[in-house]
Nanobody, 124 residues
Framework: QVQLVESGGGLVQAGGSLRLSCAAS????????MGWFRQAPGKERDFVAA????????FYADSVKGRFTISRDSAKNIVSLQMNSLKSEDTAVYYC?????????????????WGQGTQVTVSS
């Protein structure tokens, strides 16, 4: 059974940094895409970043490009999201997700497994 467990959320001032981690277990993730999505109160869930598990190639939403970095540690089965220069509009619950490939990596419907989410709050 695949499990994704996020950690690292919290409260940070605008301009600060946080690092989210997603511990993945339950299968081999070769060929998978691992993604981060976020959902702010009253808004739809949005794509943030994704990474190819096989070769580590990253993809980013325009809103976070240049500020966020996604990476994966294949040996430890961990996907991380380093978030720098945080803004109040980054406040949301952040979810880790896994998809059986890179097709439509920006769409939540492409993902088969989801974590429970971790809250990120950026104060201005």
């Amino acid at each position: 059974q695949v499990q994704l467990v996020e950690s690292g959320g919290g409260l940070v001032q605008a301009g600060g940094s946080l690092r989210l981690s997603c511990a993945a277990s339950g299968r081999t993730f070769s060929g998978y895409a691992m993604g981060w999505f976020r959902q702010a109160p009253g808004k739809e869930r949005d794509f943030v970043a994704a990474i190819s598990w096989s070769d580590g190639y990253p993809f980013y939403a325009d809103s976070v490009k240049g500020r966020f970095t996604i990476s994966r540690d294949s040996a430890k089965n961990i996907v991380s999201l380093q978030m720098n220069s945080l803004k109040s509009e980054d406040t949301a619950v952040y979810y880790c997700a896994a998809a059986r490939g890179l097709y439509n990596y920006w769409s939540g419907s492409a993902y088969d497994y989801w974590g429970q989410g971790t809250q990120v709050t950026v104060s201005s």
